[in-house]
């Protein structure tokens, strides 16, 4: 029978004994196959934790004692175990999110997807729970080994173990690898302790010998074997890593064993102070196309063959990030000092083919942003033009760096975001839609935004060739617009793309939300508008010409795939105000909210951000019956809406 359909609740896996937890597990990694298959989404991290998740929600008593996830991931099984097997629209509008979601479940306790986090999270709400006097309650966090390459993590243990007097317990989730293998010193040394084979023969054959001796040799084998976990750490050196910071040390522990799991876990629970729960697991077990995938073990996947693991659907033309790749690679080709960086997502960044063909010219810090930017103003004092790649919602991490060891010292550092603006299923914190309002005031920066393939390839090459000043290059997830060629470039780089009959409106599209000024132009042309669409390319600093052009427009319309608030819009009517121009400004973008899970699509109408309804609203600005409104035409006076429409092609 099932056991699955029956979980409701964690209390549903109290009556459950070892055989049934197993069969439990199979049926998850079937649920989870089966589901993310047809939906896409986090498939391999969900894999690797299905023991240690039901174990933990086993021993603990959540949410009375709160499980926090590092980075969120991780986290389906735990939401199976919740009371929430709907997968049906996972990661789609009115489904599941993709990461914990406390709108959703009691038992969601950090949102934020930016991993490195959780401990932080743990030692404040431990410390919450001791000062008012909820001694019995317990908190947990999940880390993965790519999450202690941050530095926050260690941040975090440096505090928690001044203060021994709580009951929190680390579990180290240690599987090798973030996105892809994890790098760096740590994660070398976690990898001895992973396949030290004096551990691996001592921890196999004691196993082997008292399961071959009987029942009542595998109860005495459980009840000595936490004793012998310390002592097979200590053989393998492994409890050196902690021994000074002070805090108790359990493990390495076999992930996928429920008795190890159980019986570690509930130490951990009874000691009374901070404790480190070592569970070496591996990422997308139980599911062989996850386990043959060397890139990343099926870290994110879209919709897939469930059997085979085989991509479904063609995915659609040629990607942002693949163009990137491409041209890093010729200009790497080129230039001997260029030299790229990434923070744990060589691959996702489309580091991957410059790795290859210059494997001695790439940096990845791991899960290290800030280091990554810090370290890139010290390349660049060195006579290097670092490339550094890294998701737009992660530059938010290294603002400090990029401000103080990038800029003030005048680095020529070129910063390319991916996923840059919205990004759809991944939600609230995925979505890169800070950089260009956060990144602008840092005094000398230049940020691109292209709109084409053939942009990105020209802005790359101009951003590189700067060398007294950071550089951002900036471009959405997902397939790469067609291009589309100017028909005048005005002297400061400035694309002209289309004009107008007239000089009602000025259309200004940051990146490639230039297509859209372009369909909003033909529709103000069918109302007699004429319109003017342009694309500054390098959004920030705002060019000269585009004063001038804002100065022969009626009004002036920037739309951008970032907030509103202190975005280019924002900018562009700061520089026409110093400047005298007093045509009017709507600056349309995103509004400064945390944005849901949806498709890009949906979240761009929301936002107002459709041909139709810009068109419209233009409509209204320009007959002055909509703020702000369009300068009055050379006659001195707004045309009636009855003249308007007697004057209509």
């Not at 203060?163 to 599987?175: A, E, S, T, W």
């Not at 876990?265 to 009874?270: G, I, N, Q, V």
């Not at 599911?287 to 897939?304: R, W």
């Not at 909210?593 to 951000?609: K, N, V």
Request: negative net charge; hydrophobic residues 40%.
């Amino acid at each position: 029978m099932a056991l699955l359909p029956g979980i409701h609740g964690p209390r549903d896996l109290d009556s459950l004994n070892p055989d049934e937890l197993r069969q439990l597990a199979a049926e998850v990694r079937s649920f989870l196959v089966e589901n993310v298959a047809r939906t896409g989404g986090h498939l391999g991290p969900n894999l690797g934790v299905v023991e240690l998740t039901i174990a933990l929600h086993k021993v603990f008593d959540s949410p009375a004692d709160p499980i926090i996830f590092d980075t969120g991931h991780q986290s389906y099984v735990h939401k199976i175990l919740t009371g929430r097997q709907d997968f049906e629209n996972l990661r789609s509008r009115g489904g599941l999110a993709g990461y914990p979601q406390r709108s959703e479940s009691e038992h969601d306790v950090v949102e934020s997807s930016h991993a490195s986090s959780s401990l932080s999270w743990a030692d404040g709400v431990s410390r919450a729970f001791s000062r008012t006097g909820r001694r019995d309650r317990h908190v947990i966090a999940v880390v993965g080994d790519g999450a202690l390459t941050g530095g926050m993590t260690w941040e975090a243990l440096n505090n928690i173990s001044d203060d021994n007097d709580r009951n929190l317990v680390i579990v180290v989730n240690d599987n090798g690898r973030s996105y892809a293998p994890t790098i760096g010193g740590m994660a070398r040394y976690l990898n001895r302790v992973r396949t030290n084979e004096a551990y691996r023969t001592l921890h196999r054959g004691s196993d082997t010998l008292f399961r071959r001796l009987g029942p009542a040799a595998r109860a005495v084998y459980r009840g000595v074997r936490g004793g012998t976990h310390g002592f097979l750490s200590r053989f393998t050196n492994n409890e050196a890593l902690y021994s000074n910071l002070d805090i108790k040390y359990l493990g390495p522990i076999d992930g996928h064993d429920f008795e190890s799991l159980i019986e570690t876990l509930e130490l951990a629970k009874s000691y009374g102070a901070p404790v480190i729960v070592h569970a070496i697991t591996d990422k997308g077990s139980g599911y062989a196309p996850a386990m043959s995938d060397e890139a990343d073990q099926f870290h994110a996947v879209g919709k897939i063959d469930p059997i085979t693991g085989e991509a479904l659907g063609s995915g659609g033309g040629v990607q942002w990030t693949d163009v990137f790749a491409e041209e890093l690679v010729t200009v790497g080709a080129e230039r001997d000092d260029v030299i790229a960086m990434t923070a744990a997502m060589l691959r996702p960044t489309g580091l991957q083919k410059f790795a290859e063909r210059f494997p001695e010219r790439v940096y990845d810090v791991g899960i290290a942003e800030q280091h990554a930017v810090a370290s890139a103003a010290g390349l660049a004092f060195g006579g290097l033009h670092p490339v550094v790649a890294i998701y737009a919602t992660f530059m938010n991490r290294a603002f400090d760096q990029v401000m103080m060891d990038v800029a003030l010292h005048k680095a020529g550092v070129t910063f390319v975001l991916d996923r840059a603006g919205v990004t759809g299923p991944d939600g609230p914190s995925h979505h890169g839609i800070w950089d260009l309002a956060m990144l602008q005031l840092v005094p000398g920066i230049r940020i691109a935004a292209p709109r084409d393939a053939a942009r990105l390839r020209e802005v790359f090459r101009e951003a590189t060739a700067v060398e007294d000043a950071p550089t951002v290059v900036r471009y959405p997830k997902g397939k790469v617009n067609d291009d589309v060629e100017a028909i005048e470039r005005l002297h400061d780089g400035v694309d002209v793309l289309s004009r107008g009959s007239g000089e009602d409106v000025l259309l200004v599209g940051i990146g490639p939300m230039v297509h859209l000024a372009l369909e909003v132009a033909e529709r103000l042309k069918a109302q007699g508008i004429g319109a003017t669409v342009i694309d500054p390319r390098w959004a920030i600093p705002v060019q000269p010409s585009i004063v001038d052009l804002a100065r022969e427009h009626r009004l002036v319309i920037t739309i951008e795939d970032g907030i509103r608030v202190g975005g280019v819009g924002t900018r562009v009517r700061q520089v026409l105000r110093e400047a005298g121009v007093d045509t009017a400004v709507d600056e349309l973008g995103i509004p400064d909210e945390f944005i849901d899970h949806a498709t890009r699509e949906q979240i761009l109408e929301d936002a107002g951000l459709t041909a139709s309804k810009i068109a419209h609203d233009v409509v209204a600005q320009v007959l002055g019956t909509r703020i702000p409104m369009a300068r009055q035409t050379p006659t001195g006076s707004i045309p009636t809406i009855e003249e308007w429409e007697k004057s209509r092609p």
